[in-house]
């Protein structure tokens, strides 16, 4: 039996990566051929389609807790893993930046911005409770619901897919200076987690680690663990990366003005769509190229490290 589940997680994990991408590329490469009026629409539909991939990912966690012991451990756990690699990632971004000479630079501090990124997050929350709510409701009325985020979560890979081949990338932005912002991610959410296993002796390394490597990317991360392990460390990876973003948003509007990179590298991969207005309006138009080159950077890469880790 365990020899078993050796072949069939990492096929598993093959064959849903293979299904992200797919569904990423898809969108990105026949963006030009579908018609304009399609693209609009389906630009419209994507911030309100997180949102409903938010109701479904919760109305499934909220039936998956009922069977799961320790509900407020995992809140714990979700929110100590998220400060940790939040400031992992701002800290080791900064080291880095430190080595190569880069110095701090001037700005101003915005308490509208700040408030006006409350907002934005509010209504992640609000999707969130909404669906918690709604699978109670079905519950008490008698009706069973089951709940597949998975489909959902291919179509909103295929539209972030569209949103990407209308982004402005330029070539000139992969630079090193500017690579340096997800490296720094990348490592310092490995010693975020690193550093958290002293702290929550309940979860093995392997699974912190693999939480780790969600990068915020909490529509996705989630989902997939919950495929690839089991429903309690999927509420963990959805819990972990919405605050992970919460903490980002943070930071980018406290100290962002002052150290642009490295709030940046804390926002992860939600640095180049969620976030980006408040790089643009926290950290201003000369980092855009870091956000965006960040971003797609870690969206790419969490799927692939997260269902990879999930399969070890």
């Known amino acids: ?79 100590a893993l998220a400060f940790f690699t939040t400031m992992g990632s701002f800290l080791c ?18 308490l509208a911005l700040l408030f006006k990124s409350f907002i934005s997050i509010s209504y992640a929350c609000l999707a969130l409770a909404t669906g918690f709510l ?33 982004s402005p990338l330029d070539r000139s932005w992969l630079n090193f200076k500017i690579l340096l912002v997800p490296i720094g991610c990348i490592i310092g959410s490995i010693i975020g987690a690193l550093l958290c296993s002293i702290f929550l002796d309940q979860l093995q390394l392997k699974d912190l680690i693999m939480l780790s490597q969600g990068y915020g990317f909490y529509s996705m991360s989630g989902i997939v663990i919950t495929e690839l392990k089991n429903p309690a460390l999927g509420s963990i990876a959805l819990i972990n990366d919405l605050f992970r973003e919460i903490f980002a948003i943070i930071l980018m509007y406290c100290i962002g003005w002052r150290y642009p990179r490295s709030a940046i590298a804390s926002a992860a991969a939600t640095a ?41």
């Open 1 to 79: 039996m365990a020899q078993h589940q050796i072949i069939t997680l990492p096929m598993q994990a093959f064959i849903l990566i293979s299904q992200l991408l797919v569904c990423l590329a898809a969108g990105y490469f026949f963006a030009k051929k579908i018609p304009s009026s399609f693209i609009q629409l389906c630009f419209k539909v994507l911030p309100y389609f997180s949102y409903l991939l938010l109701i479904g990912i919760s109305m499934e966690f909220t039936h998956a807790l009922e069977n799961i012991h320790g509900s407020s451990q995992i809140l714990t756990s979700a929110t």
């Open 134 to 166: 709604l699978a109670k409701l079905l519950e008490n009325v008698g009706i069973s619901i089951q709940v597949n985020t998975w489909y959902l979560l291919l179509v909103f890979m295929f539209l972030i897919g569209l949103d990407l081949a209308f």
């Open 272 to 312: 180049m769509d969620v976030s980006l207005p408040m790089v643009k309006q926290a950290c201003g138009n000369d980092f855009i190229p870091h956000a965006m080159v960040s971003g797609f950077i870690l969206s790419i890469l969490a799927p692939i490290a997260v269902s990879l880790l999930a399969a070890l």
């Open 93 to 110: 971004c900064f080291a880095l930046y430190k080595v190569i000479g880069i110095q701090p630079v001037s700005g101003k501090i915005s």
